[in-house]
């Protein structure tokens, strides 16, 4: 039976021959081939913080591109509905009050003038004097 130091010690082994195979230590090879476990373990260290911190920036930055699609896409349809609702106010603001359906009381025709009511007042009087 292994002793749980032996254990370590393969394990620590097989990571630094995993990562002397990837390249990532051929540039401190010679810290590990000097025996320097305490350099090793720090470089180690140092690469799986680089990996942890390289996943998780790679997954906040699907997380803000995804939000960012939602986003705009909400904003182009707030903006579409902005223009229909410029567009029905432009419609609205353009009619004049004789074009409005409903609106017969401010026609040109239908407009009485003083010299109107003074005309129908006398013939109205004489009318009444006549009876």
């Known amino acids: 039976m292994q002793s749980c130091t032996d254990q370590k010690a393969i394990k620590m082994k097989k990571l630094l021959a995993a990562l002397i195979a990837c390249g990532f230590l051929a540039a401190h090879a010679p810290a590990f081939a000097a025996g320097k476990d305490d350099l090793a373990r720090a470089l180690i260290r140092r690469r799986l ?19 960012l699609a939602g986003l705009t896409a ?15 106010a432009s419609l609205l603001a353009d009619d004049t009050p004789s074009e409005r359906p409903g609106d017969i009381w401010s026609s040109p025709e239908l407009r009485v003038r ?11 009087k004489q009318r009444r004097n006549r009876a």
Do not use: F, I, N, P
């Open 49 to 67: 913080e680089t990996q942890q911190r390289s996943k998780y920036l790679q997954r906040k930055r699907d997380m803000l591109q995804d939000t």
């Open 74 to 88: 909400r904003v182009d349809e707030q903006r579409a509905q902005l223009e229909a609702m410029r567009q029905k």
């Open 114 to 124: 003083d010299e109107d009511v003074e005309v129908a007042l006398v013939h109205e």
